[in-house]
């Protein structure tokens, strides 16, 4: 199934100051790592969105292998991005694999295991659901898009799952959801978790 990666690095990082793109992390930059993740993925393509500091993302990051999607409307929220990507998704697409950017520790096994289940079920949207609750990667299948291209803001496509429109399939993975870092703290339990 030829599928599209999506990794959503486009945010001001408004919260830490400084980008959350560009922070250390394993000796390389936060989102080398999750873009080490999402290659090691069996994608038919990856897109990155890119935006706030999007210059110094190009100038420090390996984009090899991605196609960019430049979000000139970042700082109306993440689905801004998922608007700027659709537009690159190849045709030949049955959907697109949602990750986040600040997410780095996200099993491409997870990935696998999402695109089994999307593959047995035939569905539109799944998630991923953590012993302490839903998270990242999602699966958005061909048929949602045109409800994607709809939303606005930061936490739309929750909205989107939680709305009862579609069926969601939800795949049982081991251990919490992975951190994400939208906070100094946040980063320093990501650094201290790897330790």
Known sequence: ???TGLVLAAGRSSRLGQPKQLLEYRGRTLLDNTLDVARSCDFGELIVALGGAADEVRDRVDLSGCTVADNVHY???CSSSIVAALDLVDEESHGIVLLLGDQPEVAAASVGALLEAVSKHAAPIAV??????????????RATFDALRGLHGDKAVWKLIESGDWAVTEVSIAGDVPLDVDTWDDYERL???HA
């Open 191 to 193: 650094k201290a978790a």
């Open 128 to 141: 991923c659901n953590y012993d302490d609750g839903r998270g990242h990667p999602f699966w958005f299948g």
């Open 1 to 3: 199934m030829f599928t």
């Open 75 to 77: 700082t109306s929220g």
